[in-house]
């Protein structure tokens, strides 16, 4: 028997965006592997409102940056924001992806061949395998928005789940139940987690 604690994440940049990725950008975006076009500690890209989101071996980032017009000038103020979810104490085994998006994406940097990356492929799912004993993360793209779930295997403990977040500019929970983090780019807002058990395939909540 296992059980699932369940949540979704926005991005909230004066209107409130899933996870899709930019407003520009269609609900179809899914998690990009990395093939050597991007810094070896990532290991698959996806595109947020304002930036990316990047997934590591157990931590999950948000590299936001925004460019500000001030007042009725053309000058502009160019800022980047880091975000980093650790999950503290985990040990993943693999991180893979799976359900695997039609085409190929190509990484073309400067004028050497030796630095380009071609047939990158895209996601819909990822799978953090043992992140902890008896537990595995899921991450989907979910009609565009970003939902992920911990896969708790019977007789495993869920209360060894630490999420740290690093460089968050304010955090509160919000009556509803959502947790809302502050950047100096935009908000993301989680929505409040739920646990479920999937028996004899009937789901029922878990309280």
Request: avoid cysteine; charged fraction near 20%; proline fraction near 2%.
């Given at each position: ?9 926005f991005l909230?940049n ?12 269609s609900?179809?975006s899914?998690?990009t ?17 304002n930036?990316?989101?990047l997934f590591?071996?157990h ?14 000038t053309?000058?502009s103020?160019?800022?980047r924001?880091?975000l ?11 991180l ?7 085409g ?6 400067g004028?050497?061949p030796?630095?380009?990356v071609?047939?990158?492929k ?5 799978a953090?395998n043992?992140?902890?004993?008896g ?10 928005k970003?939902k ?10 869920p209360s ?9 500019v ?29 028996i004899?395939?009937?789901v029922?909540e878990?309280?």
């Amino acid at each position: 028997m296992r059980f699932l604690l369940t949540a979704i994440l926005f991005l909230v940049n004066h209107l409130m965006y899933s996870h899709a990725g930019p407003s520009f950008v269609s609900e179809g975006s899914g998690f990009t592997e990395n093939l050597g076009q991007w810094d070896k500690d990532v290991f698959f890209s996806k595109d947020v409102p304002n930036g990316k989101m990047l997934f590591g071996k157990h931590k999950i980032g948000y590299a936001l940056s925004e460019n500000r017009f001030e007042g009725h000038t053309a000058k502009s103020k160019y800022r980047r924001h880091n975000l980093i979810i650790d999950f503290v104490g985990a040990s993943t085994r693999n991180l893979v992806g799976t359900d695997a998006k039609k085409g190929i994406k190509n990484y073309f940097y400067g004028n050497s061949p030796s630095k380009w990356v071609s047939g990158v492929k895209t996601f819909n799912k990822l799978a953090y395998n043992s992140l902890y004993s008896g537990i595995d993360l899921e991450v989907l793209n979910n009609n565009g928005k970003v939902k992920y779930q911990f896969v708790v295997s019977s007789g495993s403990d869920p209360s060894i789940i630490q999420m740290n977040y690093q460089g968050a500019v304010k955090m509160n929970v919000s009556r509803s139940g959502k947790l809302i983090v502050m950047t100096s780019v935009n908000q993301i807002v989680e929505n409040k987690p739920f646990a479920y058990q999937v028996i004899n395939g009937e789901v029922s909540e878990v309280d």
